[in-house]
């Protein structure tokens, strides 16, 4: 058998504020496979995305045992740490981060420029991941002359320009309205179905959250439930919508 992408045994993670000890993290057991799409859920406070920056290597465990590949992710350096997150893990959050001053396509190009990799392959493959999420017509658009909705299809599209294992989002559309952030879950879902990334979505959207394969939810600081379900006409329909969607005018909203 394959080795699960993501191992957790009693992950605990405390946070020290006005000499108090705040436990966030409480003791997580999980186990995430390779290829696995699953969302996370719970009410605010209860660790989801403390829990998502351990996983990413952007926060470190207090204690308990985290693999991340089949490496221990607790005892690693800071160099070897940001070394596996550059090779493995792409991130998208709520609020996008995009360099202001770039295009769409420097922007996506960025994270291989700054592992020194080949400027003409970068652009290329920057390029198709632009067209793959609907942008072919805005990628020398600057960040301000882009919609909400295709802000956050850049940030997609940097997150897997490296090609990770692994994709961790944290409130992906939690700015958009719903027939945008219904465009955005469909991406995820074709990202995962054609290129197998394991994918590990923080949300409190219902929408998303009931159409996803995997569901854990997590209370005061442990996993409360965690279910697997078949969710086969979402997955069929997500897949179907692809991100050819003809790009909109510039717009608040979306």
Same mark, same amino acid.
């Given at each position: 058998?394959?080795?699960? *992408?993501?191992?957790?045994?009693?992950?605990?993670?405390?946070?020290?504020?006005?000499?108090?000890?705040?436990?966030?993290?409480?003791?997580?057991?999980?186990?995430?496979?390779?290829?696995?799409?699953?969302?996370?859920?719970? @009410?605010?406070?209860?660790?989801?995305?403390?829990? #998502?920056?351990?996983?990413?290597?952007?926060?470190?465990?207090?204690?308990? !045992?985290?693999?991340?590949?089949?490496? /221990?992710?607790?005892? $690693?350096?800071?160099?070897?740490?940001?070394?596996?997150?550059?090779?493995?893990?792409?991130?998208?959050?709520?609020?996008?981060?995009?360099?202001?001053?770039?295009?769409? *396509?420097?922007?996506?190009?960025?994270?291989?420029?700054?592992?020194?990799?080949?400027?003409?392959?970068?652009?290329?493959?920057?390029?198709? #991941?632009?067209?793959?999420?609907?942008?072919?017509?805005?990628? *020398?658009?600057?960040?301000?002359?882009?919609?909400?909705?295709? @802000?956050?299809?850049?940030?997609?599209?940097?997150?897997?320009?490296?090609?990770?294992?692994?994709?961790?989002?944290?409130?992906?559309?939690?700015?958009?309205?719903?027939?945008?952030? /219904?465009?955005?879950?469909?991406?995820?879902?074709?990202?995962?179905?054609?290129?197998?990334?394991?994918?590990?979505?923080?949300?409190?959207?219902?929408?998303?959250?009931?159409? $996803?394969?995997?569901?854990?939810? #997590?209370?005061?600081?442990?996993? /409360?439930?965690?279910?697997?379900?078949?969710?086969?006409?979402?997955?069929?329909?997500?897949?179907?919508?692809?991100?050819?969607?003809?790009?909109?005018?510039? !717009?608040?909203?979306?």
């Amino acid at each position: 058998m394959s080795t699960p *992408l993501v191992v957790a045994k009693d992950v605990r993670k405390s946070f020290q504020h006005m000499g108090r000890t705040l436990e966030v993290l409480r003791g997580i057991d999980l186990v995430i496979e390779e290829g696995e799409m699953l969302a996370v859920v719970g @009410q605010s406070g209860a660790g989801k995305s403390t829990f #998502l920056h351990c996983i990413g290597t952007l926060d470190i465990a207090t204690s308990g !045992s985290l693999k991340l590949a089949g490496e /221990e992710l607790t005892a $690693m350096s800071s160099t070897r740490l940001a070394d596996l997150r550059n090779r493995t893990i792409g991130f998208v959050f709520q609020f996008h981060h995009l360099l202001p001053e770039f295009s769409a *396509l420097e922007n996506v190009v960025m994270p291989g420029l700054i592992q020194g990799r080949n400027r003409g392959e970068m652009h290329d493959r920057a390029r198709a #991941l632009l067209e793959e999420v609907g942008l072919a017509q805005r990628i *020398l658009h600057r960040p301000g002359e882009l919609s909400g909705g295709e @802000q956050q299809r850049v940030a997609l599209a940097r997150a897997l320009v490296l090609e990770p294992k692994l994709l961790l989002a944290d409130e992906p559309s939690g700015n958009l309205d719903s027939r945008t952030s /219904e465009q955005i879950h469909s991406l995820f879902f074709k990202v995962n179905e054609e290129r197998k990334t394991t994918i590990v979505i923080v949300t409190h959207n219902p929408a998303l959250a009931a159409s $996803m394969p995997r569901v854990v939810t #997590l209370r005061d600081g442990r996993v /409360e439930t965690d279910e697997k379900t078949e969710r086969g006409s979402y997955r069929a329909r997500a897949t179907s919508q692809t991100a050819d969607v003809p790009a909109t005018p510039s !717009s608040a909203a979306g």
